[in-house]
């Protein structure tokens, strides 16, 4: 009887928990998997003492370590993100780490580095050197990275674009198309990819009418052409006529059902010269900047492209070169691992191909692939970056926990995935405020981080200022690690002066992101 009792109250504390867990919220996880679910926050809680003395260190977890996640984590819940008792990195032998080289006495006024809503726009106009009618300073440095509606659910772009209105970034809406979840106030960079989603023609070739329609029905401010990632660089992507839903469809301009083979390079344009004819066409007919994406592999594209631009009749207004680490898109073991270079050995040498002829204050340098980290932020923008694009992280801002089912359409967080079940367990109002709160904190580490340096913004900060660990007790300057030259990595005088200006100025005169 007593047995019996026992059971009855279980099952009904058990019922109680599931009843909660199912309307509440604030965690997708318990929604999907209510009860269950809570054995992840409890391994969760007990995993730092598990891994100390069984499985790996805190940072030992790749793509990104629990340290790493941890501080996400608390930065996006707006919680204490410190780390007690001393670093437990392995200083005395860890090589490739970085190492800045903090200033006892600034170079110049410092801005506020504990205004959680301090500006940080960009020390560059994006197209303001070609003369674009619609160029601007794009009011932050740090940006939501190119992920479609397709390979993200509606839910996770809804919370991404409401977080990037929030923290007045801009977000880039990936190859998919333009979906009505990316019309929730943020401001965007419109992507078009090989198959030209969303302005195409039945046979797949691009559209300029169609393009035209969709960038003046939504907030685009700039313009980039896909022509490759990180994650597959080289290689079409393939959408299977499963997840070819009516929605899918029209966003895209396919047919509904059908598999949808993207091609490995644009038809639009065959080689560098075709192309800067294309970027011109999209510039003169829109009136925004137009910029390239693209991971970096022989470098005789970037050659002949820096040396057509040294012409000063065409050129790009932006260049996001994307990390070979591979990031959000799903792809083939080898083209994760193994093919193109990866972000600071290819942003570096795509830097040096433009510094070499003096077009670095030209075009604005986005650089992509594990940059939404403070370290890796700073050394991205040491090496000559105007401005970063993060993707995983913001993913782990609003739920993601690295289970690494992006291409199972299992994701358990009901982020990268199209199932419907899954999806209804993101609430986007509340892991908006998330992606919010992480922006604006990164933001914030990146002002502190300049100000220990004592300059006054990112772009300041010089390859000079880093040294990178080369084995015990020996470093080298970032520059002598990537072969930089005297002035590489830093912006030029007018730039310099205007941005630390415009930083040390009223307040009010510098756009603020919105609360």
Not at 149 to 163: V, Y
Not at 214 to 231: N, T, Y
Request: charged share 20%; proline share 5%; glycine share 10%.
């Amino acid at each position: 009887m007593r047995a019996r009792s026992i059971a009855t109250a279980t099952a009904t504390a058990l019922a109680l928990v599931a009843a909660r867990d199912l309307v509440q919220k604030k965690h997708a996880l318990l929604r999907n998997f209510p009860v269950i679910g809570h054995a992840r926050y409890l391994l969760e809680m007990v995993g730092p003492e598990l891994r100390q003395y069984i499985v790996t260190s805190n940072d030992e977890e790749r793509p990104f370590s629990r340290d790493q996640r941890t501080w996400i984590y608390a930065s996006a819940k707006g919680e204490n993100n410190y780390f007690g008792f001393g670093t437990d990195n392995d200083v005395e032998h860890m090589q490739g780490h970085a190492y800045l080289k903090q200033r006892t006495f600034a170079t110049g006024a410092l801005p506020d580095v504990h205004d959680p809503q301090a500006p940080l726009p960009s020390a560059k106009v994006l197209g303001g050197p070609r003369g674009r009618a619609k160029a601007f300073r794009p009011a932050s440095v740090v940006n939501i990275s190119a992920m479609s509606f397709g390979s993200l659910s509606g839910a996770a772009i809804t919370a991404l674009n409401k977080g990037a209105a929030l923290a007045g970034t801009m977000h880039n809406t990936g190859e998919g198309g333009l979906s009505p979840y990316h019309r929730n106030g943020g401001d965007l960079i419109l992507q078009i990819g090989t198959s030209y989603f969303g302005c195409r023609n039945e046979d797949g070739t691009f559209n300029l009418d169609k393009l035209k329609d969709v960038v003046a029905g939504a907030p685009v401010k700039a313009i980039e052409i896909k022509l490759s990632q990180g994650a597959k660089p080289g290689l079409g992507g393939m959408l299977p006529g499963a997840k070819v839903t009516p929605e899918i469809a029209e966003i895209r301009g396919i047919p509904v059902g059908e598999d949808c083979a993207s091609p490995s390079r644009h038809t639009a344009f065959s080689d560098v010269d075709s192309m800067l004819d294309f970027v011109e066409l999209l510039a003169t007919e829109t009136g925004l900047p137009v910029g390239i994406k693209s991971a970096v592999g022989e470098m005789s594209f970037w050659q002949e492209l820096a040396t057509l631009m040294a012409r000063g009749d065409r050129g790009v207004d932006f260049v996001t070169v994307d990390g070979g680490e591979g990031g959000t898109g799903a792809a083939p073991l080898i083209f994760s691992d193994s093919v193109s270079l990866p972000f600071r050995m290819g942003f570096s040498r795509v830097y040096g191909t433009f510094a070499e002829l003096g077009l670095t204050d030209d075009l604005t340098f986005i650089a992509s692939g594990k940059l939404g980290l403070p370290e890796n932020a700073a050394v991205a923008f040491a090496l000559g970056a105007d401005m970063i694009n993060v993707a995983r992280e913001a993913m782990l801002s609003i739920g993601c926990i690295q289970s690494q089912k992006c291409h199972t359409d299992t994701c358990p967080t009901g982020i990268a995935t199209q199932n419907a079940w899954l999806a209804r367990g993101l609430d986007p109002a509340s892991k908006a405020t998330r992606a919010a709160v992480y922006l604006r904190t990164l933001r914030k580490e990146l002002l502190k981080v300049s100000a220990a340096v004592g300059v006054a913004h990112p772009a300041l900060i010089t390859a000079d200022d880093i040294e990178i660990m080369n084995g015990d007790y020996e470093a080298r300057t970032l520059a002598g690690v990537y072969g930089y030259k005297d002035g590489w990595g830093r912006l030029g005088p007018r730039l310099a002066e205007e941005i630390t200006a415009l930083l040390a100025a009223d307040p009010a005169s510098v756009q603020k992101p919105t609360a």
